[in-house]
């Protein structure tokens, strides 16, 4: 542990170093950073502080982790414990204190995006969160399920997605309550949408749509969030009914199928997220899984097959498996396989190398988090009026030199 002294005079050094070098390249140096060495820098010189604060580089640093695939982390849910794993080393799981800890129960990640994660308790308790700045908010509470219209039974399922709307910089989480009729054939949607810059629900036309699973949470991708889902309950005329993809624009707040591939349809498929592209999972039970994305959203003929995981004789089946994200040099695909293993693909030799992991619950759900200095706060969150105050201060703060006092 260093000094009060000892730490005042690495400041210093820091300081005289960084003040013969052009502010551009101190920009571009700090952008570089992860969040916990940002924050220490936050205290080096007022105008650092202010530049870090900014949602000028809030989102150049956004950016630029995105783009490189630097200061990503896996977050690993077990019960009611969360671990982080540092992406570029895959060494420890390291627990993690969430906002949620004093609750034993078991708890659920809702979604990620741009570096803030939601989680949920059994009480439904919601926390918006960045661990990275160690910031959260908890949601406003919502009434209990409303009396539901004669003959449609009590809720079957809650799901919910987590997104940014970019139009209106504002981040939502989608909730969606289904019923299903006692006749099994009618059904009821319930929307609702959080709004983070309002902090209110609001409640949205419902979904015309059944989930065809009931404890998988929304993937984002292109703006909106997707699930996979029916149109109908049960299947018609003895067929089983056909698997879809549904998806809600967070901008315009509605519903929307997405075409799907040319492919074989007697599969399972689920819905993924990988280098910025919508995925589809297809299984085919005792012959392996495909993995599409969709280069261009909502054009159907833009679907290409990326890879596919062949079942191999004598060894245990995959009973699920989920793309996470790509090698930084693009040969490998780092894979959950059965809520049990985490695995690298290798795209050219189509074999798979088990990731060992020290303290690597036995049972976990995976999630891609980014380090950012992304705020839940909505105070800090600028309209367009004060962003040009904020502008205006970062192209003085150029044209100064930003000068250091020593």
């Known amino acids: ?100 800890m ?99 629900w609001r409640r949205m036309d419902n979904m015309p749509y059944v989930l065809c699973y009931t404890r998988k949470m929304g993937i984002l991708a292109s703006g909106c969030v997707h699930w996979v889902v029916t149109r109908t309950p049960e299947p018609e005329m003895d067929r089983p009914a056909t698997e879809m993809v549904a998806g809600f624009d967070l901008v315009k707040e509605k519903f929307g199928e997405v075409p799907m591939p040319e492919m074989d349809r007697k599969c399972q498929i689920d819905v993924g997220y990988l ?29 290409c097959k990326l890879f596919t995981v062949k079942q191999v004789q004598g060894v245990r089946r995959p009973k699920s498996i989920r793309p996470l994200v790509y090698s930084k040099n693009g040969r490998q695909v780092l894979l959950e396989q059965n809520h049990e293993d985490l695995v690298w693909f290798d795209l050219e030799s189509q074999m798979v190398k088990s990731v060992k992991i020290r303290g690597l619950p036995d049972l976990f759900e995976a999630t891609v988090c980014a380090e950012t200095l992304v705020s839940v706060d909505p105070s800090k969150r600028e309209d367009k009026e004060k962003e040009g105050k904020k502008n205006k201060k970062r192209d003085d703060f150029l044209a100064e030199g930003f000068k250091l006092v020593l």
């Not at 449609?152 to 019923?179: E, N, P, T």
């Open 102 to 200: 004093c609750y034993s129960n078991r708890i659920r990640v809702l979604g990620s995006c741009n570096g803030l994660l939601c989680i949920c308790n059994v009480a439904e308790d919601i926390a918006l969160w960045s661990p990275w700045i160690r910031k959260y908010r908890i949601l406003p509470s919502l009434p209990s399920d409303r009396k539901r219209d004669k003959g449609m039974c009590l809720c079957g399922a809650r799901v919910y997605g987590l997104g940014y709307d970019a139009v209106h910089d504002d981040y939502k989480l989608v909730r969606i309550s289904q019923f299903i009729g006692w006749d099994t054939a009618s059904f009821e949607g319930e929307v609702k949408v959080y709004s983070l810059r309002l902090n209110e």
């Open 275 to 303: 280098e910025g592209w919508l995925c589809i999972v297809a299984k085919y039970e005792g012959v392996g899984v495909d993995v599409w994305s969709m280069k261009q959203y909502g054009v159907k003929e833009s679907w």
């Open 1 to 100: 542990m260093k000094s009060a002294d000892e730490e005042d005079a690495e400041r210093r050094q820091i300081q005289a170093f960084l003040a013969e070098l052009p502010p551009e390249v101190i920009i571009n140096i700090l952008s570089r950073l992860r969040v916990g060495r940002l924050l220490y820098f936050r205290s080096v010189a007022k105008p650092w502080r202010s530049l870090i604060d900014s949602s000028y580089f809030r989102n150049l640093h956004l950016l630029h982790s995105t783009h490189t695939k630097s200061n990503l982390n896996l977050i690993l849910r077990k019960e009611s414990d969360l671990y982080c794993v540092d992406f570029d080393s895959l060494n420890d799981a390291v627990e993690l204190t969430h906002p949620l």
